[in-house]
């Protein structure tokens, strides 16, 4: 069998939506017990059309940020904040963004809630304040008005008193990094707030997202290899085993496993600094699944350069922030081990498994060299762009809130499937009807 017909395949941008609809049925079918392999490898495109759909809609809304809803004063300029802390440069930007309004009459409603500042600031009262304020608003007692929040954490325990009043209005939504924070045990009594979330990207490093608005150029030519540098320690069905596997088959890549470091903030720390370093150096990044689909890897890989490789064992999409606005096809690459099992985080695959990895560096390998380096080229550039100006809120935290505001009006729907004795949310992709 020919490499092309047993697993390239280039998505042209024709099909963005065919894509999306596959990664629902991919989904479903697996809660169900028939899981359909995709292709191994999937390239980004590269095409000479520009990365966006079009441009985001800027909604007027009208922000609840007054009084025990007003977090800027916790704000510092010596705070370094992680990739889980959007909202603590996202939410005292509303407050001048251009589309706020001072009309209560308006459809859309935003809480200036910033639970990142409050706890920065070792103040967790704050969002017991916080919670007694809200509670207070005409429109929290008016189930029509659709309220909206920031909320970036992989759960809602630092929320407090909060998160079961927010968990228990019908008519709340939130913007969080992944909706599958929902099958999250932490947080059963919230699962529909992020099941019914809009995603936003993660925070990247600041010297990243400096590096990306500095590039003028493309310096694909002088980058060469493959990269992985993470913790091994998710529960993520044995993706980042299939990564380790796979890159030990590949010439000129660069793998380090933080798993053993955790126990040490030193270590990791300068561990983290290495990988940056070799974010820049890299030509490829692989970008795995964790415990959830989505990554803060993905987003510090374009802020880098470093272009990325989604590796997932199915095709979904729908944690990729805002795809009404971004074609992503023209942004990353696909790999689709087979056979995954979380036995396999922390020891090699056993053989039979062992020549499917060699087959999949083989062919990733392949596919790469195919792709001309103009095309590559076209892809770092975009990649600076969009990590640029679309994700970095340090610069552009306006057309971020932008992107946000037009993602507010895609429909977004449920599924409960039962499995067993359980009812598992399946989450579908976020697209614009």
């Not at 010439?251 to 270590?267: D, F, I, K, M, Q």
């Not at 561990?271 to 490829?284: E, G, I, N, P, T």
Request: glycine share 6%.
């Amino acid at each position: 069998m020919q490499v092309d017909e047993f697993a390239l395949a280039v998505v042209a941008s024709a099909v963005g939506v065919t894509l999306l609809c596959f990664a629902f049925a991919g989904l479903a079918a697996a809660a169900q017990g028939a899981f359909v392999q995709p292709p191994v490898v999937r390239l980004l495109e590269g095409k000479k059309t520009s990365w966006m759909v079009r441009r985001p809609v800027r909604r007027p809304f009208y922000l609840h940020g007054s009084s025990g809803l007003d977090f800027r004063a916790n704000l510092s300029d010596d705070v370094v904040f992680g990739q889980y802390q959007m909202d603590a440069l996202i939410v005292p930007a509303l407050y001048t963004h251009p589309a706020r309004v001072y009309d209560r009459a308006a459809t859309l409603h935003i809480v200036a809630l910033a639970p990142s500042l409050a706890m920065h600031a070792g103040a967790p009262n704050r969002i017991d304040v916080a919670a007694k304020a809200l509670q207070r608003l005409p429109e929290w007692s008016d189930r029509r008005v659709e309220l909206w929040c920031i909320v970036p954490a992989e759960d809602m325990r630092a929320f407090g008193s909060l998160r079961i009043l927010l968990g228990r209005r019908r008519n709340t939504r939130v913007f969080s990094l992944d909706q599958e924070f929902a099958l999250l045990r932490a947080n059963r009594q919230v699962a529909r707030l992020y099941a019914n979330s809009v995603p936003i990207p993660y925070l990247a490093r600041r010297p990243l997202l400096e590096h990306a608005c500095s590039a003028s150029n493309p310096n694909v030519r002088n980058r060469s290899g493959l990269m992985f540098h993470g913790d091994t320690g998710r529960y993520d069905n044995g993706v980042r085993g299939a990564v380790r596997d796979v890159l030990s088959w590949t010439p000129n890549s660069s793998y380090v496993s933080t798993y053993g470091l955790r126990h040490s903030a030193e270590a990791l720390r300068k561990q983290h600094d290495a990988s940056l370093v070799q974010m820049r150096r890299s030509r490829f990044c692989m970008v795995p699944s964790g415990d959830v689909p989505s990554s803060g890897r993905l987003f510090e890989a374009m802020a880098a350069g470093c272009l990325p490789i989604l590796v997932r064992p199915d095709a979904q999409t729908f944690d990729l922030p805002f795809p009404g606005l971004i074609d992503w096809t023209q942004l990353v690459s696909w790999l689709h081990p087979r056979q995954l099992s979380l036995q396999q985080r922390h020891s090699p695959a056993p053989p039979p498994v062992m020549s499917l990895r060699k087959e999949e560096a083989r062919l990733l390998q392949r596919a790469l060299e195919r792709v001309p380096v103009e095309q590559l080229e076209r892809g770092q550039m975009r990649c600076y762009r969009v990590a640029c100006t679309v994700f970095n809120p340090y610069r552009h935290a306006s057309t971020l809130i932008d992107y946000m505001l037009d993602a507010t009006a895609a429909p977004v729907q449920t599924r409960i499937v039962p499995i067993g004795n359980e009812r598992i949310i399946v989450l579908p992709p976020t697209t614009r009807g």
